[in-house]
């Protein structure tokens, strides 16, 4: 009778757990079959940020640079492998400007959201930004050059101050140099001092000639060359720079047409600069080529200067980016409505080969002196 009852007992309770064992599986299969069946959660990334309209940098710490040509993959993929560049030999730099000399017919407007999506993705604050597109590179399937200018956040580079040479137009390499060098000496600035050339070549045949003379000229010097535009109507070459003074200039910014050099009232040649910062602006595009077109376009501008507490009277420095003659001497006029003609800033003024917005007929970028 005992054990009769005892197997009762131990049959009942594998009736329970085998009951409960079915009823956990069917719950679990039921669970499943649910999960299989609800639509998955759509993840939406964030939106990411345009690059700043301008950005304010200290004098002391500017840093410049130029990334190296690749002719791996399409335009974003170059943009990207630039940046990666930057990024990684930045070290203790931050990024402030990019200019971005685009070739080919990829679409510029993605430079400056890839701009966006590789800083976003590193945590980085966004530098502003200029766009142009060029009519060649100097390797055959190089589809962008980026000039940098970085923060140092270490240490003081340029204790003086820096020096800004306007364009040094020539029909050839050697005259081109010959004035810059000509400027360079005029500043004072040591020809090992000089940080950044670029050379606008109306033709790439011009290139070999143009970097021995700039390696020789100026041997420390981060270098670019492009081509404005594909067809020249005329030989020419026009190279810009920027150099580290040896000693503080006699004001904050001080204006300078030494002799020797072309002396025009509507730009200056050389600007020597030790104001505390510098507040780089990105690309301002004018649409369609009408006056009021342009003069919109610098009121623009001029809107998203003033947060930084800077206007036009603090401007020393233009680039110009015009796509035809007329629209260069219209907006090459109409700027000094808005700017300080008793003291014109330097500039670079050539016709390029497009820009970002097919409706744009001119841009511009600026650097102002700040406190």
């Known amino acids: 009778m005992i054990q009769s009852g005892l197997g009762s007992v131990i049959t009942r309770k594998l009736c ?14 039921h669970a499943q079959k649910k999960k299989k069946n609800e639509e998955p959660i759509t993840q939406t990334l964030p939106e990411l940020k345009d690059p700043p309209a301008a950005i304010t ?24 492998e630039a940046l990666k560049i930057l990024v990684h030999d930045s070290k203790s730099a931050s990024v402030v400007k990019l200019r971005a000399f685009v070739s080919g017919s990829g679409d510029m407007r993605r430079v400056p959201m890839i ?23 100097p390797l055959v399937g190089a589809q962008v050059v980026l000039e940098s200018i970085e923060l140092d956040n270490k240490k003081t580079v ?20 010959t004035q810059l060098q000509t400027a360079v000496n005029a500043a004072g600035v040591k020809p090992a001092s000089v940080l950044r050339v670029t050379c606008f070549l109306s033709s790439l045949d011009m290139l070999q000639a143009a970097q021995t003379a700039i390696a020789n000229a100026f041997p420390a010097a981060a270098t670019n060359y492009v081509q ?30 030494p002799s020797g050099l072309t002396q025009n009232p509507n730009y200056t040649q050389i600007v020597l600069v030790n104001a505390p910062n510098l507040v780089f602006s990105g690309t301002q595009m004018a649409f369609r080529d009408q006056d009021n077109d342009i003069r919109l376009a610098f009121e623009r501008l001029l809107k998203q ?28 006029n109409i700027r000094f409505e808005f700017l300080d ?9 050539l016709l390029f080969e497009g820009l970002p917005s ?12 700040a406190n």
């Open 158 to 177: 340029n204790p003086s101050g820096l020096a800004f040479f306007a364009g040094q137009q020539g029909k050839d390499v050697t005259q081109s140099v």
């Open 16 to 29: 329970f757990f085998c009951a409960a064992f079915i009823l956990l599986a069917g719950a679990a299969a």
């Open 57 to 80: 940098a200290e004098t002391g710490r500017l840093v410049f640079r130029v990334t190296p040509l690749s002719a791996k993959g399409l335009l974003s993929a170059q943009v990207r």
């Open 358 to 369: 097919l409706d744009a007929s001119v841009a511009f970028d600026v650097i102002a002196a």
């Open 115 to 137: 701009v966006s999506e590789v800083f976003t993705e590193r945590k980085l604050p966004l530098p502003a930004v200029t766009t142009v597109q060029v009519g060649g590179l």
């Open 341 to 349: 003609h008793a003291r014109p800033p330097a500039s670079t003024r």
């Open 228 to 257: 404005p535009q594909r067809l020249a109507l005329e030989p020419l070459v026009e190279c810009e720079a920027v150099g580290r003074l040896e000693k503080p200039p006699a004001s904050a910014v001080q204006f300078l047409n």
């Open 305 to 332: 200067l003033e947060p930084l507490k800077v206007t036009y009277k603090d401007v020393f420095w233009t680039s110009l980016y015009p796509l035809t003659r007329p629209v260069a001497d219209k907006t090459g």
